[in-house]
């Protein structure tokens, strides 16, 4: 077999949108799922993980007549741990187990990696495309023949800025949608804007070609992300060693104004975030773990944003343009705000770049939790860029 037709399996898309799930388990030799579970499995986008059992009452067993109820459906996975079993249903104990037929199933559990290294390989063989490059976890930046550079994110799995920027900026931006659990609503995403996972493998590779040709065009009447962020390194690099100052006393200040001059826009910026609340395209996660693995915590922007512009806030900017947002920062700025003598019940922290430690999340997120609603509020670089956007605000740039 070809490489084309291996990353292009063609594979029935009912099926795909079945077991594109985590948590999803198949029959073993089921007729519908064998073959393109197989696939999956090989191409690395899925693993399973083997679950084994018997059923309570199954005619085909030596105990079959000895059961109370012949109609229970209770099944006992057989753990190696285990020598006693009661079916979960009934209660009835089960005798012989290894007597007994044993069923196979397999739980499936999506692969982000899996899934990034086969569209790197599978964009990355299309005839229309020159070149494929990563970017970003779950992003790709690719460049199709005659067209500007497209961003491809994989919207399960990549951070906020990867995942909101193609709904908020020009850049041409194609989704892919990992599990069809995260299919968008027509109303949040245009359809030519995404593919489903379950789409690319089941389509050929030249509609997928296709897709990507359709979407690799800006989007009109959309001010440029990369323009617009350039805009702003440009103006703080211009404050040099006052850049600090600038942004804390100058620059949010006149921010915050211009959203008070401007209460249509921030109500439509709001009513858009509304839309997207609930689905991945109004969420993101930061990491709030120390070392070993990363214990993820979602945020909600049109909870954020209206807390932003709903609360009774006091603007803190903090300017950090190379080192890290830190806990301590976070925890001065939270005695700040109780000693406030105007009452403010919200601090807003603004981070001129993207970086915020761990430790500092996991402060904001305690501190959120306690109070029943965000107390000390992270604004990200990428955030202060699409509220800058959002508001019609990129005339303060050149402050
Ligand atoms: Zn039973």
Redesign the pocket.
Known sequence: MSTISKLFPELDRHALRHLLRNNQRVESGDPVFADPLECLLEIGVITTREHTYVR??YPDDYDYQE???LA???VVEIDPAEDEYY??????PIGDIERKTRFVEYEITLSPDGIERYLDQALGCLEAVDAVEKVGPAAFQVQVKERPLLSVVVADYAGVRRRSAGLFFAEPTLYVIASPINDPLKTVLDELQYMQMAEILSSSASVVQERLRVAAIPIPGRTSLLETEARFDAMIVRYGKRAWQFFEQQFVPALMLHATQNPALVQGYLETLKRLSGTIFGEYYVPIGGAGLPDLRMIDKFELMNRVFGGKATGDAKCYPSSTLSYHDVVTVNYQLDADPTGAETALIFVSGDDVASTAWNAVMQLKQQHGAWKVIILTKYLLLELISALEATHLLEM
């Open positions: 309570c009452a059961r109370h109820d229970c459906e209770g079916c979960p249903v009934s209660g009835d």
